[in-house]
């Protein structure tokens, strides 16, 4: 499990300009060819709309769903 958010989190990092809206991640992680169409739908169903300044940001958002 480490590793695959270790992934993520260097793909937030390294393939999307901070500050990143919803659309903007949603597209963003579109493009992840380790994501199924499961984590996709889960991502973005479960991501709050609104503006991220930061990976963290995102982290936060989504631990407060679950």
Request: some cysteine; hydrophobic content about 45%; glycine content about 4%.
């Amino acid at each position: 499990m480490a590793a695959y958010m270790k992934t993520h989190l260097e793909h937030l990092k390294r393939h999307v300009t901070w500050p990143a809206n919803k659309p903007a991640l949603i597209a963003a992680c579109s493009n992840m060819s380790d994501w199924g169409a499961e984590d996709k739908a889960w991502f973005t169903s479960t991501l709050p709309d609104g503006t991220y300044k930061a990976p963290a940001d995102v982290v936060n958002a989504l631990l407060q769903k679950v």
